[in-house]
């Protein structure tokens, strides 16, 4: 039996891998973490019998704990906790935890040795080139998950990566895509959590409207392929439907195209080096009959000149920028902070740090990047708060 655990298996992407995993009779849950909805992780750890699972939130503990009180399943709670569960034995290992909190469990995950499939694409952008280090000391592989990389990652199976001239990252523009420029100021929650394309968690999902996200996703590019910021390229490409390509240096230019349903690079992942079925709908290119394309407009997505001012400073810089996102995201959320602040929010944060500390300076060690990540964290908030002020004319 192969021995498979799950980090934030109660969220979209731990939901669609417990549905693959349901599927097979030769895999074994060993755990699975989730935050405040005891109930679905409860009822999961009952379904799939796992061995432990754990809630970020310790004071959910009782709830869990009784919940499983008639099964084997052990229970545990807290921020170390789920840590601790990531050294736990396991043959693959899902990150799909959302934000900074899924570093540490895969970090910890990478001691075994054995496969990290890594949706949380923040461990990359903040800790890339400690994890790839890690993963090479242990000898574990880690699989990209995020639907681009891991089509990158296909397009490049049997290839040289020294003849890849350059990878474009499809991204489908987000829900406030068509709205006129002037109006993403006034732009609520409830529109920019609204994908045309993509079923995803609220947060990622307006990550998509502003393009934080492809942001992250070329610079996971860049730490995971190892690619120059000049070989990565992002196109809007409203159909979803080819999620990545790669161009090589004979002028070939690879084309991954799929239906927009993340099981298909979980299933990747979950069936590497080989390919199995999965459930996913396949492509009617005759009824798609045109597939669109066009440069993104940089007023409409400044996240994106961001993720090159952070690429070129290197460093510490994408654990700040993570941060800084991470924050201006919670803030506009709780409604402190207009849509079109976030980037303002992120871009000071950057410049705050650096007037303070040397932002190029590279993190040794996990601790070092969570220490980072609280003191950007501390600036974003204050910066948020600031806007905030002067956007309601208090200042
Ligand atoms: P989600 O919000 O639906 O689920 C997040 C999971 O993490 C839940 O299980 C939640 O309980 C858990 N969690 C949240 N905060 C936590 C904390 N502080 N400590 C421990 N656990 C915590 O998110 P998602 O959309 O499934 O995304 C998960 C990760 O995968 C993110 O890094 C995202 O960028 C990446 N990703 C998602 C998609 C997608 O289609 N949803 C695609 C590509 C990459
Ligand atoms: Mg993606």
Same mark, same amino acid.
């Given at each position: 039996? /192969?021995?498979?655990?799950?980090?934030?298996?109660?969220?979209? #992407?731990?939901?669609?891998?417990?549905?693959?995993?349901? /599927? +097979?009779?030769?895999?074994?849950?060993?755990?699975?973490?989730?935050?405040? &909805?005891?109930? /679905?992780?409860?009822?999961?750890?009952?379904?799939?019998?796992?061995?432990?699972?754990?809630?970020?939130?310790?004071?959910?503990?009782?709830?869990?704990?009784?919940?499983?009180?008639?099964?084997?399943?052990?229970?545990?709670?807290?921020?170390?906790? #789920?840590?601790?569960?990531?050294? /736990?034995?396991?043959?693959?290992?899902?990150?799909?935890?959302?934000?900074?909190?899924?570093?540490?469990?895969?970090?910890?995950?990478?001691?075994?040795?054995?496969?990290?499939?890594?949706?949380?694409?923040?461990?990359?952008?903040?800790?890339?080139?400690?994890?790839?280090?890690?993963?090479?000391?242990?000898?574990?592989?880690?699989?990209?998950?995020?639907?681009?990389?891991?089509?990158?990652?296909?397009?490049?199976?049997?290839?040289?990566?020294?003849?890849?001239?350059?990878?474009?990252?499809?991204?489908?523009?987000?829900?406030?895509?068509?709205?006129?420029?002037?109006?993403?100021?006034?732009?609520?929650?409830?529109?920019?959590?609204?994908?045309?394309?993509?079923?995803?968690?609220?947060?990622?999902? #307006?990550?998509?409207?502003?393009?934080?996200?492809?942001?992250?996703?070329?610079?996971?590019?860049?730490?995971?392929?190892?690619?120059?910021?000049?070989?990565?390229?992002?196109?809007?490409?409203?159909?979803?439907?080819?999620?990545?390509?790669?161009?090589?240096?004979?002028?070939?230019?690879?084309?991954?195209?799929?239906?927009?349903?993340?099981?298909?690079?979980?299933?990747?992942?979950?069936?590497?080096?080989? +390919?199995?079925?999965?459930?996913?709908?396949?492509?009617?290119?005759?009824?798609?009959?045109?597939?669109?394309?066009?440069?993104?407009?940089? +007023? +409409?997505?400044?996240?994106?000149?961001?993720?090159?001012?952070?690429?070129?400073?290197?460093?510490?810089?994408?654990?700040?920028? &993570?941060?800084?996102?991470?924050?201006?995201?919670?803030?506009?959320?709780?409604?402190?902070?207009?849509?079109?602040?976030?980037?303002?929010?992120?871009?000071?944060?950057?410049?705050?740090?650096?007037?303070?500390?040397?932002?190029?300076?590279?993190?040794?060690?996990?601790?070092?990047?969570?220490? #980072?990540?609280?003191?950007?964290?501390?600036?974003?908030?204050?910066?948020?708060?600031?806007?905030?002020?002067?956007?309601?004319?208090?200042?």
């Amino acid at each position: 039996m /192969r021995r498979v655990s799950v980090f934030g298996s109660t969220g979209s #992407i731990g939901e669609s891998t417990l549905d693959l995993i349901a /599927r +097979r009779s030769d895999l074994k849950v060993a755990v699975l973490t989730g935050g405040r &909805n005891i109930a /679905r992780l409860a009822e999961q750890a009952r379904v799939h019998g796992a061995e432990l699972a754990v809630t970020a939130y310790e004071e959910c503990y009782r709830d869990l704990k009784e919940a499983l009180a008639d099964t084997e399943t052990a229970v545990a709670a807290g921020p170390a906790a #789920i840590a601790e569960a990531g050294s /736990r034995p396991a043959d693959w290992v899902m990150s799909a935890i959302v934000g900074a909190a899924g570093l540490a469990p895969g970090f910890a995950a990478l001691s075994q040795g054995k496969i990290l499939a890594l949706a949380n694409k923040e461990s990359l952008v903040t800790a890339g080139p400690l994890l790839m280090a890690e993963a090479r000391t242990h000898g574990a592989t880690v699989l990209p998950v995020d639907s681009e990389h891991s089509a990158v990652f296909q397009a490049l199976v049997g290839e040289d990566v020294t003849a890849v001239e350059k990878v474009i990252l499809t991204a489908s523009g987000g829900g406030l895509r068509d709205w006129p420029l002037e109006r993403l100021a006034l732009a609520g929650v409830a529109d920019a959590a609204a994908h045309p394309n993509w079923s995803m968690g609220q947060r990622i999902t #307006i990550d998509s409207a502003s393009m934080f996200n492809k942001a992250m996703e070329v610079i996971e590019a860049h730490e995971f392929f190892g690619l120059a910021p000049a070989q990565i390229e992002v196109l809007v490409h409203p159909q979803s439907m080819v999620h990545a390509l790669v161009g090589f240096c004979d002028g070939a230019l690879m084309a991954h195209l799929g239906a927009p349903d993340m099981r298909h690079p979980i299933g990747y992942a979950l069936n590497w080096p080989d +390919r199995a079925d999965l459930p996913v709908a396949r492509l009617d290119l005759a009824t798609v009959a045109r597939l669109d394309f066009a440069i993104p407009d940089p +007023r +409409r997505y400044p996240a994106l000149g961001l993720a090159q001012q952070i690429m070129a400073t290197g460093g510490a810089a994408g654990a700040v920028f &993570n941060a800084a996102k991470e924050c201006a995201l919670d803030q506009f959320i709780a409604g402190q902070i207009r849509f079109t602040d976030m980037a303002a929010v992120v871009a000071d944060t950057l410049e705050n740090f650096a007037a303070r500390a040397d932002i190029g300076k590279a993190p040794g060690t996990l601790a070092d990047v969570l220490d #980072i990540d609280a003191e950007a964290r501390a600036l974003a908030e204050k910066t948020g708060r600031a806007r905030n002020r002067s956007a309601s004319g208090a200042v």
